[in-house]
């Protein structure tokens, strides 16, 4: 995933951060049961939003092909869904993330990590 | 609520994912106060979004009437709240959900699982 | 937080409720790699939403600065980001919140709790 987002969507890599979460076998319910053998993704993206439909629907396809070899190509149902949230209401440290098309923005990717500016 | 979904808005069963996560007594605050007598639900609707306020405060009460039984008739403090995410980006065993109105929507249903169409 | 939120907001307390999770220093994962010493924040709005790209940037300066003593000053890596959802779509203990004009909302505050109105 990360190396998806800073070699297509030209974003340092510390802006993709993941919690795993190991749950248990009994407290993952899928249509009201019990589901041990899934995993259930949700994301929120907040440096970069889609625009219409069809990029959405390319975005998932990408993801999907990220994640069949860890996921469904090892016979573990798979279900994700991303959320857009605004990206006015997001911080790094204490800073505000730079203009994408901005200086501080490359220097954030080639520091790998938040830079005043 | 599987039930509620597939009964009523007609979507299959497994559209219907839940994880429980019990949390400690004194990780849950409100208003700044452990609060150990609690359930707190957090959901994100991307099949089906609503239109409309009224349609949502319908939504909101037909849940909290299912939710009932389990919480608030228990002496449990409750609060829930429901988010609307883009369905384009959701994605079910490495397969695009199937349009609502389709034959493929119906046979998932029968199937109650994600089939290539 | 509660206390911004009550001073400033003019919200009950109870509207602030917070989920402490901790993760395994491996589980938390920052730009591919695990980082131990970090905390991330994910809030939900439903109370009152933010009308423009202005005061989400002040919205995300305050909560910084209420944050840094706890994580940045301290050697923390923190990062957070806001979403909004629908106030129609959220429900405490069985009762819809009041109009945040309303002798109502005013009561919820005073008393601290959801009361029927």
Redesign the interface.
């Given at each position: 995933?990360?190396?998806f987002h800073t070699r297509f969507g030209k974003l340092?890599?510390?802006?993709?951060?993941?919690?795993?979460?190991e749950?248990d076998a009994d407290?993952?319910?899928?249509?009201?049961e019990p589901t041990a053998a899934a995993v259930?993704i949700?994301a929120?993206h907040?440096a970069v939003h889609?625009e219409d439909?069809e990029t959405?629907?390319r975005?998932?396809?990408i993801?999907?092909r990220i994640l069949?070899p860890h996921t469904?190509d090892r016979g573990l149902?798979?279900?994700?869904?991303?959320?857009?949230?605004?990206r006015?209401?997001?911080?790094?440290?204490?800073l505000?993330p730079p203009p994408l098309t901005s200086e501080a923005h490359r220097l954030w990717g080639r520091e790998?990590r938040p830079v005043p500016y």
């Open positions: 995933m990360t190396g340092p890599a510390f802006y993709v951060g993941t919690v795993f979460q749950i407290s993952l319910h899928v249509g009201g259930r949700m929120d907040m889609t439909a959405r629907k975005s998932r396809e993801l999907a069949a469904t149902y798979c279900e994700f869904h991303i959320d857009e949230t605004p006015e209401l997001w911080m790094l440290d204490g505000a790998n």
